[in-house]
T-cell receptor, first 112, second 113 residues
Framework: AQKITQTQPGMFVQEKEAVTLDCTYD???????LFWYKQPSSGEMIFLIY??????QNATEGRYSLNFQKARKSANLVISASQLGDSAMYFC?????????FGIGTKLQVIP | KAGVTQTPRYLIKTRGQQVTLSCSPI?????VSWYQQTPGQGLQFLFE???????NKGNFPGRFSGRQFSNSRSEMNVSTLELGDSALYLC????????????FGEGSRLTVL
């Protein structure tokens, strides 16, 4: 079974500042992946970044990086140099085999 | 390369009716998953299909069913609709036979009156 916990219902960040969105996971699968998705008000889910459980280095994709701490079972998303277009819901997700479980999301608002 | 296409985008039904939603995955993707998204429950996994076989199922009543065709297109059906079935239904396709990056469609927003 996989459980994803996001404890920040909402976050504010100043434009051009960095922000960290928290995510912890709990799984019994020996091999799993962790994902972050962005959902703007339009509703579409946009893939941001992926971290495999056996990956030694933290994943990075442009302004997005995943701070993966396996011992703490955390997979926090770091967005650097926030932009107004980053305002959206952000979902952490985890997958073992054939099934991906999502957290309840964090609403990020970027302030000009 | 075309993305995941879901139809219809919006629909309104009344209690007791049934509804069928369609999803066309990205060409070459054989795994299709369905999720229900509501403000109170977030995204909840419904089921996942690969090569016409349901491989995994979430905790939803039997009123929720699905299938996948030989061309990987998938449909989900909800019978005897209830008010609580009002939600955004998201379909996602994946290239990998094991869990991989999910590519989502824009969703079908169902309102049950």
């Amino acid at each position: 079974a996989q459980k994803i916990t996001q404890t920040q219902p909402g976050m504010f960040v100043q434009e051009k500042e960095a922000v960290t969105l928290d995510c912890t996971y709990d799984t019994s699968d020996p091999s799993y992946g962790l994902f972050w998705y962005k959902q703007p008000s339009s509703g579409e889910m946009i893939f941001l970044i992926y971290q495999g459980s056996y990956d030694q280095q933290n994943a990075t994709e442009g302004r997005y990086s995943l701070n993966f701490q396996k011992a703490r079972k955390s997979a926090n998303l770091v967005i650097s140099a926030s932009q107004l277009g980053d305002s959206a819901m952000y979902f952490c997700a985890g997958g073992g085999y054939q099934k991906v479980t999502f957290g309840i999301g964090t609403k990020l608002q970027v302030i000009p | 390369k075309a993305g995941v296409t879901q139809t219809p985008r919006y629909l309104i039904k009344t209690r007791g009716q049934q509804v069928t939603l369609s999803c066309s995955p990205i060409s070459g993707h054989r795994s299709v998953s369905w999720y229900q998204q509501t403000p109170g429950q977030g995204l909840q996994f419904l089921f996942e299909y690969f090569s016409e076989t349901q491989r995994n199922k979430g905790n939803f009543p039997g009123r929720f069913s699905g299938r996948q065709f030989s061309n990987s297109r998938s449909e989900m059906n909800v019978s005897t609709l209830e008010l609580g079935d009002s939600a955004l239904y998201l379909c996602a396709s994946s290239l990998s036979a094991v869990t991989g990056e999910l590519f989502f469609g824009e969703g079908s927003r169902l309102t049950v009156l």
